[in-house]
């Protein structure tokens, strides 16, 4: 079992700046890779960042340049900064969790960028 847990979303004005946390726990031995996801209402979720075991990232199109993932393997945390906030980044954010057999979402944070 592994379990996330996301903090850090809140309402910010748009150009301005945020910065998600992931803490994981659990059987970490099985991650394989840790991802951030977001929906809008009525909308599919989204990949919007990804980090390999490795370290190897992915960003969707619309926020490279913009939002960066990292992550700290002594606290067991993966942070999304996201710089230059536009409106439609407003969505409810979900970190993942990526074994080989399940799939651990958290419960999500809201992020509301005001115009």
């Known amino acids: 079992q592994v379990q996330v847990v996301e903090s850090g979303g809140g309402l910010v004005q748009a150009g301005g700046s945020l910065r998600l946390s992931c803490a994981a726990s659990?059987?970490?031995?099985?991650?394989?890779?840790m991802g951030w996801y977001r929906q809008a209402p009525g909308k599919q979720r989204e990949m919007v960042a990804t980090?390999?075991?490795?370290?190897?990232?992915d960003y969707a199109d619309s926020v490279k340049g913009r939002f960066t993932i990292s992550r700290d393997n002594a606290k067991n945390t993966v942070y999304l900064q996201m710089n230059s906030l536009k409106p439609e980044d407003t969505c409810v954010y979900y970190c993942?969790?990526?074994?080989?057999?399940?799939?651990?979402w958290g419960q999500g944070t809201q992020v509301t960028v005001s115009s």
């Open positions: 980090i390999t075991r490795g370290g190897s990232t």
């Open positions: 993942l969790a990526v074994t080989i057999t399940v799939n651990y």
């Open positions: 659990g059987s970490l031995f099985r991650v394989n890779v």
